[in-house]
T-cell receptor
């Protein structure tokens, strides 16, 4: 149980285009979802926290107009990287948590490469 | 602001050795601490979660300890195997917050 999926697993796009990444909780309802970014040999950095039906809370230094997060249902959150640039190339990982639970369940990650 | 440090950054051992990975955090007001495993290019797998009131947790060959007052945790891996090769991440959740702060990880290589 407690499986989180991400789609796509890899995406390559041209500079200036927008990319949408989906995060789904497959067998539980996730009241809270988290989006992280991980650069090579670095740790996971939290980008934003999203609660179903409300606006996401962004960490300091993360541009909310560039990284659009939508948590439209209890099983789906999306991250859209708008007008992507090469410096946005990274590994994006989401996690999901049930209401009242301590544990976050992590997705397999999405590798974004912007050319 | 909470900071999490993991030492060593990388570790290479022969199969069968027992080993210890270290994690330290600057703010002891934590809610819990969690150890994760990450394989190259993959997501995270939770290994052990220790609540702030606990001293240790065990799962199979893994044992994690927590000394909240000194801001330290260790992950002990007994009888290491090549399949244990991965990056091990430590993360803390602060009291009153729902988010996790991660260390940079320890990259472990267990050679046959």
């Amino acid at each position: 149980g407690a499986v989180v999926s991400q789609h796509p697993s890899r995406v390559i796009c041209k500079s200036g285009t927008s990319v949408k990444i989906e995060c789904r909780s497959l067998d539980f309802q996730a009241t809270t979802m988290f989006w992280y970014r991980q650069f090579p040999k670095q740790s996971l950095m939290l980008m934003a926290t999203s609660n179903e039906g409300s606006k996401a809370t962004y960490e300091q230094g993360v541009e909310k107009d560039k990284f659009l997060i939508n948590h439209a249902s209890l099983t789906l959150s999306t991250l859209t990287v708008t007008s992507a640039h090469p410096e946005d190339s990274s590994f994006y990982i989401c996690s999901a948590r049930m209401e009242g639970a301590d544990t976050q369940y992590f997705g397999p990650g999405t590798r974004l490469t912007v050319l | 602001k909470q900071e999490v440090t993991q030492i060593p950054a990388a570790l290479s051992v022969p199969e069968g050795e027992n080993l210890v990975l270290n994690c330290s955090f600057t703010d002891s007001a934590i809610y819990n601490l969690q150890w994760f495993r990450q394989d190259p290019g993959k997501g995270l797998t939770s290994l052990l979660l220790i609540q702030s009131s606990q001293r240790e947790q065990t799962s199979g060959r893994l044992n994690a300890s927590l000394d909240k007052s000194s801001g330290r945790s260790t992950l002990y891996i007994a009888a290491s195997q090549p399949g244990d090769s991965a990056t091990y991440l430590c993360a803390v959740r602060q009291e009153g917050y729902s988010t996790l702060t991660f260390g940079k990880g320890t990259m472990l290589l267990v050679s046959p």
